[in-house]
């Protein structure tokens, strides 16, 4: 079966630092894979997503950039954090086929100081 | 384009209680329609999809989601409320499968003793 890990679960950083946010998946194999954020009371904004290896679509202009080194692993980073980075951030895989559907992962909480 | 309506960013219902929650939307070809549930500090579960089958779709813990394309609307259902269902649930819409979801900003389940 397919399972999907993110970590850090939670993280706290000042404003300036770095962020590496790993997503990997194990299971499948080249699967479209996604990044969200869902800051306080809103809902889901969809940030990047990889349809396979070194392949990024950006959604939004922000202070935050993707990559996929790997097959099954996405990472989402910073070079300077902003206080308005501060949220949950979920990452989530395609499974293809007829019975397509996005799984999302157990997410990370940034906060950011 | 596609985007979603979830009308009441808070529900209250009493344990035991019908649950329903809203959700409309916009698209200009027919839709695939999903509901996600969220517990907290944790990522989203699927709960139930439309894909052009059957209008009324059975999901996972009771709920349920019926199709009206004259309403444009996929409401979430359940007859009964249980204490375990107080969460925040999602709906989204694509009309390419699964691949580019556009979510709600959510609708937050109370469930009162």
């Known amino acids: 079966s397919q399972t999907i890990h993110q970590w850090p679960a939670t993280l706290v950083q000042p404003v300036g630092s770095p962020l590496s946010l790993e997503c990997t998946v194990e299971?499948?194999?080249?699967?479209?894979l996604y990044w969200y954020r869902q800051a306080a009371g809103r809902g889901l904004q969809l940030l990047f997503y990889s349809v396979g290896i070194g392949q990024i679509s950006s959604e939004v202009p922000q202070n935050l950039s993707a990559s996929r080194p790997q097959d099954r692993q996405f990472i989402l980073s910073s070079k300077k954090l902003l206080l308005s980075d501060s949220g949950f951030y979920l990452c989530?895989?395609?499974?293809?086929?007829?019975?397509?559907?996005?799984?999302f992962g157990p997410g990370t909480r940034l906060l950011v100081l | 384009a596609q985007s979603v309506t979830q009308l009441g960013s808070h529900v209250s219902v009493s344990e035991g209680a019908l649950v329903l929650l809203r959700c409309n939307y916009s698209?200009?070809?027919?839709?695939?329609l999903f509901w996600y549930v969220q517990y907290p500090n944790q990522g989203l579960q699927l709960l139930l999809k439309?894909?052009?089958?059957?209008?009324l779709v059975k999901g996972i813990n009771g709920f349920e989601a019926e199709f009206k394309k004259s309403e444009t609307s996929f409401h979430l259902t359940k007859p009964s409320a249980h204490m375990s269902d107080a969460a925040e649930y999602f709906c989204a819409v694509s009309r390419t499968g699964a691949n580019n979801l556009f979510f709600g900003t959510g609708t937050r389940l109370t469930v009162i003793p």
């Open positions: 439309y894909t052009s089958a059957a209008t």
């Open positions: 698209s200009s070809v027919p839709p695939y």
């Open positions: 989530a895989w395609l499974s293809p086929g007829v019975r397509e559907t996005q799984y």
């Open positions: 299971g499948t194999s080249n699967p479209n």
